[in-house]
């Protein structure tokens, strides 16, 4: 299973995580609720997920803005 992990706001691949035995129990997926899953985590027909996180550019323009987070995709 490949884990890949991006910007929600401005889609920029902050990394992968490309090996056997890594499941969602080990990365804390199972803390988060139906709801955090469905907005946090996405599958692909092949199994691997992405994982929408936010970057460190974007944390900074949502913290500077904060009226940015307002927006559909605020960062785009």
Avoid: W
């Avoid at 890594?22 to 803390?31: I, S, T």
């Amino acid at each position: 299973m490949t884990i890949r992990y991006v910007c929600r706001h401005c889609q920029y691949p902050i990394g992968t995580i490309d090996r056997r035995g890594v499941d969602e129990a080990l990365l804390g997926f199972l803390f988060l609720t139906p709801e955090e899953r469905k907005d946090i985590i996405a599958y692909n027909s092949a199994g691997d997920l992405t994982v929408k996180v936010v970057c460190e550019y974007c944390k900074q323009a949502l913290e500077t803005h904060p009226e940015l987070s307002l927006l559909d995709n605020p960062l785009q």
